[in-house]
C-alpha cells in the first residue's frame, strides 16, 4: 500500500517561492514515476511534473517550465517541488502521485497510481 503525504504549501506573494515535499511509503520506488497534479477551484487537474525514482529522469507541464524543479532524494523517500516565480494562477490544490511507470508512459499510467491528500497553495498578487 502506497502513501505518500504532501507538506509545505501555504500564502506566498507573486515573484516568491515555496517548496513542497511527498514522503513516500509502503513500497520499493525504483520502478516508480513520481509525478506532482494541481487542481484550481472550478478547473481540471493539471499535471506540473514528473521524475523517475531510479534514473531521475523529468518531465513539465508547459505552464511551469522553467519556474518549477522536481527532485528526488532516495534515501529520504521524498520527492520535492521547488517553485520558484509564483504567479496568482499557479494557486491550487497540489497533489503527489506515485505510478508503476516509465517517464514516456507517465502521461498513460498515472491515472492507476497512488494520491496524497494534497496541500494547498495560495499566491497573492
Known amino acids: 500500500q502506497v502513501q505518500l503525504v504532501e507538506s509545505g504549501g501555504g500564502l506566498v506573494q507573486a515573484g516568491g517561492s515555496l517548496r513542497l515535499s511527498c514522503a513516500a511509503s509502503g513500497r520499493t520506488f525504483s520502478t516508480y514515476v513520481m509525478g506532482w497534479f494541481r487542481q484550481a477551484p472550478g478547473k481540471e487537474r493539471e499535471f506540473v511534473a514528473a521524475i523517475t525514482w531510479s534514473g531521475g529522469s523529468t518531465g513539465y507541464g508547459d505552464s511551469v517550465k522553467g519556474r518549477f524543479t522536481i527532485s528526488r532524494d532516495n534515501a529520504e523517500n521524498t520527492v520535492y517541488l521547488l517553485m520558484n516565480s509564483l504567479k496568482p494562477e499557479d494557486t491550487a490544490i497540489y497533489y503527489c502521485?506515485?505510478?508503476?511507470?516509465?517517464?514516456?508512459?507517465?502521461?498513460?499510467?498515472?491515472?492507476?497510481?497512488?494520491w496524497g491528500q494534497g496541500t494547498q497553495v495560495t499566491v497573492s498578487s
Open positions: 502521485n506515485a505510478a508503476q511507470s516509465r517517464i514516456l508512459d507517465y502521461w498513460r499510467d498515472y491515472v492507476r497510481g497512488s
